[in-house]
């Protein structure tokens, strides 16, 4: 149930469906070329999409705009220390900023960088910094169900640092929850272990921890130890072990623009490094690229984010989702993530080869069928990997109630009917950007049969 009722609303429209035809071929089959205002239920990322609380709004109209020395930034600062243990906070414009500034301080030409499996953006950072980003998953962690399916293969670590020298190794990083890997969450204990191979190998332990309260709530209902545990403590207690954490704000910061890189008080040499970058590329170390009354909400929005009333029902929604559509026979990856529903686009449209991009049909089925934008995380987003055929669902927070799961679950059926009718084709590429790597952000398709 919802511990909260909407005061402000954005009406939302679902075009007819002749306009949905239309809105998806002008898009050249790409749903990131939609105008939002012809989206009905928009489950594109959970990432900056969320609803801000009464209290962060009245926190913005009290943001210090002030260049350095802000107000806004003490708050910040003392609700990481309170929620996340850091004391030291550099304030970045995303998450992305975050990465930029802690990996170029922290990552040489040459180096090697484990993780239980990179973001894009991550691994796009730590490839800039001239280093090698290396997944280290369970194997087959998808395979099972498994109650830390996100969790880091430390032995994978060891591994990689007989082969290459752990002086290659300056960092290793554990992302919670895993969304590359289903949203699954990490367990403390692996967090342990990330930490003793890190210490082994003199490596700083980095998390990202974009989602470390939704990824806290997993953990107090699945490690013993934690039983009883609030989201609080557990996320205080999982932070522990890290040296470092690098935060968008715009997921679990409840905040639609934010981010940080949080350190230790005794990492002066670190710290310094980060410093002058944030300067460099993000903005003064006391509003890094962000408002000063963005600051200001995110820092009430972190707090909110780890009470238990709110990230209950977060993570409930998601897993709502995912049995609407489990009972409607959708291949959906369960138990569910975090912040998102996957669902297997190449069970679910076994007709449609991998070469025609059964994901990204299933995506625009989606659009035409009830005005539902999800997105593609499979061989259109990702060309030459051997992922799976994914399509997340991924929910924005506080933001669409009961009534639009039903709809996406109804939507769905409507597909399966089109598809068990042959009426659904793969697709082909007509347009490519150069860097084929974000070419589902831009490029154009056509459906085959026409
Ligand atoms: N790390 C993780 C695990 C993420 O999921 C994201 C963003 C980032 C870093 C980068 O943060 O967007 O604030 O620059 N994920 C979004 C998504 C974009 O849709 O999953 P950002």
Redesign the pocket.
């Known amino acids: 149930m919802r511990a909260y009722k909407s005061k402000v609303v954005t009406p939302i429209r679902l075009p007819d469906r002749e306009e949905r035809e239309t809105n998806l071929d002008r898009a050249g089959y790409n749903v990131f070329n939609l105008d939002s205002s012809d989206v009905f239920v928009d489950l594109l ?3 900056g999409t969320g609803t801000m609380s009464d209290a962060q709004w009245a926190a913005l109209m009290r943001g210090d705009e002030a260049y350095a020395g802000s107000e806004s930034f003490d708050r910040l600062k003392s609700a990481v220390s309170d929620v996340m243990g850091f004391e030291r906070v550099i304030p970045a414009h ?3 900023g975050a ?1 930029n500034v802690l990996y170029g301080a922290l990552v040489e030409d040459g180096d090697y960088v484990p993780n239980n499996t990179h ?1 894009d ?2 691994r796009a950072h730590i490839a800039n910094a001239g280093a090698e980003p290396v997944d280290c998953p369970l194997d087959g962690a998808l395979a099972g169900d498994r109650d830390f399916a996100g969790n880091l293969d430390v032995a994978k670590v060891r591994d990689l640092a007989d082969e290459v020298g752990a002086e290659k190794i300056p960092a290793v990083l554990v ?1 919670i929850t895993n ?1 590359s890997l289903a949203g699954q969450p990490v367990s403390v204990e692996n967090v342990r272990e990330a930490r003793a191979v890190a210490d082994e190998l003199d490596a700083v332990l980095v998390i ?1 921890a ?1 989602r470390f309260a939704e990824n806290a709530h997993f953990v107090r209902e699945r490690e013993a130890e934690f039983e009883g545990a609030s989201v609080a403590e557990v996320a205080r207690e999982q932070l522990s072990y890290a040296d470092a954490i690098v935060m ?1 704000g ?1 997921k679990d910061g409840l905040v639609n623009i934010g ?1 940080f890189v949080g350190l230790r008080e005794d990492a002066d040499a670190l710290y310094e490094r980060a410093h002058e970058r944030a300067i460099l590329f993000e903005g003064f170390t006391t509003y890094g690229g962000m408002a000063g009354r963005d600051v200001a909400a995110m820092a009430v929005g972190l707090r909110e984010a780890v009470e238990d009333s709110y990230i209950r029902d977060r993570v409930e929604q998601v897993r709502r989702l995912g049995d609407l559509l489990a009972d409607r026979d959708v291949p959906v990856h369960r138990p569910t993530g975090g912040h998102a529903v996957y669902v297997d686009a190449a069970a679910f449209l076994p007709e449609i080869p991998r070469a025609e991009f059964p994901g990204q049909a299933l995506v625009c089925e989606l659009y035409r069928g009830g005005g539902v934008r999800a997105v593609e995380l499979g061989s259109f987003a990702f060309p030459d990997s051997n992922r799976p055929e994914l399509v997340r669902l ?1 929910l924005p927070r506080r933001t669409y109630g009961a009534d639009h799961l039903e709809h996406v679950a109804e939507t769905f059926e409507s597909v399966a009917e089109r598809r068990d009718a042959g009426e659904i084709s793969g697709l082909e590429i007509t347009k490519e950007p150069e860097m084929a790597e974000l070419r589902h952000f831009s490029a154009e398709l056509r459906p085959m049969n026409e």
């Open positions: 990322t959970d990432s995303q998450g992305r990465e973001f953006t991550t992302t969304n990202d974009c968008s715009k981010g991924a």
